[in-house]
């Protein structure tokens, strides 16, 4: 059982599916880091300023007591990071996209190759068969 197991890990597929999971993890973190550092402040000002990171609705208000102490926690929707997270997305998918289409436009060119030449031989023997079926 653990050599097939080491025969199943050690297969091509397999070990290249195991580093596009990792890079793919790395680049959406970049891509995070992108929309909240760079996109979404350049996004600010041309929105008015609503920063979208930021953005948040209280559905309830905390409840505090005489005290100052909270009892009841605020119910809050962080749509600003909701909102951060789709594009995340939308950017990962789009580039991951842009990936699979170039590889297959260049499985597609490597299909298409034409197949290579016959051998001289064979070529010069396919002549000599035509010329006595021609003589029969």
Do not use: H, W, Y
């Amino acid at each position: 059982m653990l050599k097939e197991f080491k025969e199943f890990a050690m297969k091509g597929n397999l070990i290249d599916m195991a580093v596009g999971f990792v890079m793919g993890g790395a680049f959406a973190t970049v891509v995070t880091a992108f929309i909240q550092g760079v996109f979404l402040p350049l996004l600010a000002p041309i929105m008015g300023g609503l920063d979208l990171s930021t953005l948040k609705v209280t559905i309830s208000p905390a409840v505090v007591d005489a005290a100052g102490e909270v009892t009841k926690p605020a119910a809050i929707m962080e749509i600003g990071a909701f909102v951060s997270a789709c594009i995340s997305f939308l950017i990962v998918a789009f580039v991951m996209f842009m990936l699979i289409k170039g590889m297959n436009t260049l499985k597609k060119k490597e299909e298409a190759a034409p197949p290579p030449a016959p051998p001289r031989q064979e070529v010069l023997l396919e002549e000599i068969r035509n010329l006595l079926a021609k003589q029969s």
